[in-house]
């Protein structure tokens, strides 16, 4: 996972229960450790939503955020879907 300026992410973090949120940034590395930390108070924060299960690359922000909001439109069954389809066992990717 790279965390250069020239690149977007939009990726999705889940709690152990599996509630879900999707984000996109420019730094995943960085992004993801506030996950963590809970440094960032809101939703994520409060529902322990901080393990990386799903993310794509993209060149372009505008492309990234086009595309975070075309997943937030999805409904859970598909976003689910999405996820198990290259992580099925909705494993934490931030350590690859």
Known sequence: MRSG???????????????IYIGVTNNLRRR?????????????????????????????????ISREKQLKNW???KKIKLIESINPTWNELSAD
């Not at 300026?5 to 509630?19: D, G, H, K, Q």
């Open 75 to 77: 409904r859970r069954s």
């Open 5 to 19: 300026s020239a690149c977007f992410f939009v990726y999705i973090v889940a709690s152990p229960s599996r509630t």
């Open 32 to 64: 993801v450790g506030e996950h963590k930390a809970k440094a960032l108070p809101g939703f994520t924060a409060t529902y322990h939503v901080d393990r990386l299960v799903w993310f794509e690359e993209f060149a372009d922000a505008a492309a990234a």
